[in-house]
């Protein structure tokens, strides 16, 4: 597994399950993950959010495994939701799967390029070099 090389940047700014800013050193390999969406690799979409929720999170950790990496190399993550009611869960989700880990960390509320997907999550990985 590829070696987690952020360090977090500590500032008097309460963040509770996330930091407000994360360095990565120079001759880092960075990956790059595009937005997940709530799609299972049958092509089906749960409806509840938690399941749509879980599904993004096994899209980015399988991401994250074919590149040698672990959600501890995640340096930056970025959700969108499509409504405000499920930040709550969507926290709760995110610091689960994270399990201690505290990337950097932003939430946008916004219309979802399909109504059918009630989230879609993009993140940036950091490792070092092989």
């Known amino acids: 597994m590829a070696t987690t090389c952020m360090t977090p940047i500590l500032t008097e700014i309460p963040s509770p399950g996330y930091v407000q800013a994360?360095?990565?050193?120079?001759?880092?390999r960075l990956l790059f993950i595009s937005g997940q969406i709530p799609q299972r690799p049958d092509g089906t979409v749960p409806e509840a959010f938690e399941e749509q929720c879980e599904q993004v999170w096994r899209n980015i950790l399988a991401s994250l495994e074919a590149a040698g990496m672990t959600h501890r190399n995640l340096v930056k993550v970025t959700t969108f939701l499509s409504r405000r009611d499920l930040r709550d869960s969507n926290s709760r989700i995110r610091q689960r799967v994270l399990d201690g880990?505290?990337?950097?960390?932003t939430v946008i509320i916004t219309g979802i390029y399909?109504?059918?997907w009630l989230l879609e999550i993009e993140a940036v990985a950091a490792a070092a070099q092989r």
């Open 101 to 105: 880990h505290h990337p950097a960390v």
């Open 22 to 28: 994360a360095e990565v050193p120079s001759g880092s």
């Open 114 to 116: 399909d109504e059918q």
